[in-house]
């Protein structure tokens, strides 16, 4: 009985510890955040892209300095970056870390098929836009969780 109990917990660490992912991180002047090893980064005029090497989805990076936005504006500018007529009550905002205010908005854009997941802090008029879109089809086990553990790993450094 000990001999089994012994040997299914070897078996089940095992498979614990291989669904580990390497990771890296990916730093700016203003944050980091953290990505699985082999995923691929591009700076494209400022706006980073993460995403898989079979780019079924990417994580986008924007910051904005000197951005005159007011917060009453904020819920629609998430909005209309997707063209949605979504109630503004569904964008959940909360006092964040720093001073930032954090905005969290969840959208599936029918047409296209993808998942979209928005962040965005913004703090007097500086803002960071960070956002998910993945196929819809792939919205699900390993690449929901990569995406949030990188998406959630996101720190302001300032």
Do not use: R
């Not at 995923?39 to 300095?65: C, L, M, R």
């Not at 969840?106 to 998910?132: G, M, N, P």
């Amino acid at each position: 009985m000990k001999k089994t109990i012994l040997a299914l917990s070897f078996f089940t660490g095992s498979l614990l510890f291989a669904q580990a992912v390497a990771t890296k991180v990916y730093e700016s002047d203003s944050y980091a955040i953290t990505l699985p090893e082999g995923w691929k980064v591009t700076n494209d005029s400022d706006i980073i892209n993460i995403f898989p090497s079979n780019q079924i989805g990417a994580i986008t990076i924007s910051e904005y300095h000197d951005l005159n936005l007011p917060k009453t504006e904020t819920k629609k500018f998430i909005l209309a970056l997707y063209k949605s007529s979504d109630d503004e009550k569904k964008i959940k905002s909360k006092s964040g870390k720093k001073g930032y205010t954090e905005y969290f908005y969840e959208y599936l854009d029918e047409k296209e098929k993808l998942f979209w997941i928005t962040k965005v802090l913004q703090k007097d008029k500086d803002l960071f836009l960070i956002t998910i879109n993945c196929e819809q089809k792939y919205w699900n086990g390993n690449y929901m969780k990569l995406f949030n553990e990188a998406f959630d790993s996101f720190k302001i450094k300032k």
